[in-house]
DNA sequence: CTCATTTGACCGAG
DNA sequence: CTCGGTCAAATGAG
């Protein structure tokens, strides 16, 4: 029912994303209601447009934080503490540090008696599966299939979280260098199925070893990863919204107009969280359950 | 046959 | 030492 907010308090510039998140929730409860009722295609058109807008708000606040403030503290914070603390070191990296981006995103995989309820696009092989201690689920570990024939380093975990087996959390580690292929098989039954909406924001933090210039402005771009095509109205079972990072080197992604809608979708919204690096660090984490049922 | 998953062993970090 | 992450042999599915 509430937004939650990232249970580090965030505060500041969280809040406002929080705030176009909501906007954006409203948005989309107007939009479902209206493709219920099929009267206006350019109402549903206007409508997907000012979602797009509003995530592309969103995701320039996020990233303001990132560049502005730095870590984890909006430069907006009240000027309560300017306290640095030892943070004045600001590089206290350790050049030998593994930089795995991490993503954490939860998904709901209810009414999805499929096993594999989280498919993102990218075709995932399993190599491992742990108790974790304290956690009521084991963690399944997945690499990229693509690790051998492309030297692709993505990996991820998906674990249950404990109180709701629907939920899970998948968290994504590394950045795919394989060509992002959708993996097709869109699911059984597409239409009827439980369709999975999930956001992902991926923040970046700074890195030195990056220069500045590039991705000082926009570091963040739009991709659309559907089960097949580009947009337009596809039948995917979910569509993937995911802001990510241009880094230096890769070439990453095109912006695409973010939100699908296919005929009859049933939003969704699960959840938000956007995440930056390892350890606590530098990550925020701005938590936004239950937009829609 | 090939390829993916399972599962215990192994290893490194803390 | 414990715990989380990965490896790799065994097994199963197509």
């Known amino acids: 029912m509430e937004t939650v907010v990232d249970g580090n308090g965030g505060s500041g510039g969280g809040w406002l994303v929080v705030t176009e998140l909501s906007h954006i929730k409203e948005l989309v409860t107007q939009l479902e209601h209206h493709l219920g009722g099929s009267q206006s295609q350019e109402l549903c058109k206007h409508l997907a447009s ?16 990132h560049l502005d403030g730095g870590r984890k503290r909006p430069a907006a914070d009240v000027a309560t503490t300017p306290s640095l603390l030892s943070d004045a070191s600001d590089a206290p990296f350790k050049t030998t ?22 498919d993102d696009g990218h075709s995932w092989r399993k190599y491992g599966q742990k108790e974790i201690l304290g956690a009521k689920h084991p963690r399944g570990y997945y690499r990229c299939t693509h ?44 239409t009827g199925a439980a369709n999975l909406t999930t956001v992902k924001i991926e923040g970046h933090a700074v890195e030195p070893e990056v220069q500045p210039g590039l991705g000082a402005t926009t570091p963040f771009c739009l991709v659309s990863t559907p089960a097949s095509g580009c947009h337009a109205q596809e039948r995917s079972p979910f569509a993937v919204l995911s802001a ?50």
Do not use: W
């Open 50 to 65: 000012q979602i797009f807008s509003i995530t592309e708000r969103s995701i320039s606040l996020i990233t303001s934080f």
């Open 97 to 118: 540090k593994k930089r795995k981006t991490r993503h954490q995103v939860r998904v709901s995989s209810a009414g999805g008696g499929g096993d594999n309820p989280v």
């Open 147 to 190: 690790r051998h024939s492309q030297g692709c380093a993505a990996t991820k975990q998906v674990q249950r979280t404990d109180e709701d087996p629907t939920l899970i959390d998948v968290v994504y580690l590394g950045e795919h260098t394989c060509a992002q292929r959708a993996s097709a098989a869109a699911g059984p039954a597409a």
């Open 244 to 293: 990510s990072t241009v880094t230096s080197d890769s070439n990453h992604f095109v912006p695409l107009p973010p939100i699908e809608v296919a005929g009859d979708v049933h939003f969704g919204f699960e959840e938000v969280v956007m995440s930056a690096f390892d350890e606590g660090v530098d990550d925020l984490d701005i938590d936004i359950s239950s937009f829609l049922l």
